[in-house]
């Protein structure tokens, strides 16, 4: 009955353009207020901040006194809650979630280690602190590190592989959101990586506990598997199934695919663009590359038993180097020596591309 359920609603989520209405009609026993009338609604007064946004809301037990139930909606409520983030990080304009970014990453972005902990020779002190010794405002990312050890006569290639691989350096689009998610108030604060996972728990705990036939049972599985297929569509870079659950992850893996595709699309576009094309050639080629770097994630996607390498050590990065557009895979571009499997991969990324 319940892979059922999961063919239904994937046939019902996949017809639905927009987050929103992917939210609008779940079926819930109690109407989905809006975050910010919630609070108003259980008595919070007119000094409650009012954030705009949709709230969603899980069906509970009305019997209390049952362990069993205590545990469910403990997954419900941690559910909502962080569900509550993601869609109000949205609504501000937020990356609303960073699966690969921990805690680590977030210290390593916004807390300036002592001077005297690094010698003035090595990169991370270069991207902490400025040649005469006076702190930066904020660390060097990877791009920035990258541009100075090229004025100090190294290839692009060692260069970029020297300040992904020899310093904490982030990349640019990382470390900005880091940066604002510690700045960002918490109702609304994205989920980084730990956080990522524990609302996946909690998903997989309201879908896995509602084993029954009840209203509530039934409907907290649409439910889940309606809020995992909306995740998949607020992931802009490929990310495996994160559910162990086979209706959650399938639901997941089908929108995530789906957008990505609607990425690629969306890039082809531009790059046809005439606007593009009048705005000059590093437009057209930056479009060509968000293209290309979309389709990169489709090619893993789409075989994510094939490049078990990939996704915990390298990324691949493309950049027009010498008016052409080239592939980098940990730091190296194609034709350098590496390992044939680096070298299969290169070969795999560009018969993608």
Known sequence: MQEQEAVLARSAVISLPTIDAMLGNLPTAHRALPIGHRGAAFGMGRSAKIVRGRRLRFVYFAVLDDDRHDTYHQHLVTAEVLLGRVLTARSAGLRPMAPSLDYAAEARATVRPPRALFHAATLEYRRWYHQDGSARAEPLTQEALT?????DGLSIEDARHRAAHRSHALPAADQAWLIDRRKTHLDKRPLNQSEFQTLIEAIEGAYQGATGTSHAERANRQIALRVAAMLGSL?????ASPFKVAALGHAFSE???AHLRRTIESSRQAESATGALLAGPKAWFAAKAARMRAEHQIGLAMSPGAFPAMHLK?????????????????GFSRGRGRSRAEDSVSAAFAAIG
């Open 147 to 151: 541009t100075q050890l090229l004025a």
């Open 235 to 239: 992931l802009d870079e490929f990310v």
């Open 255 to 257: 929108i995530h695919l």
């Open 314 to 330: 390298a990324y691949p990065v493309v950049a027009v180097v010498g008016g052409k557009l080239r592939t980098f895979v940990g």
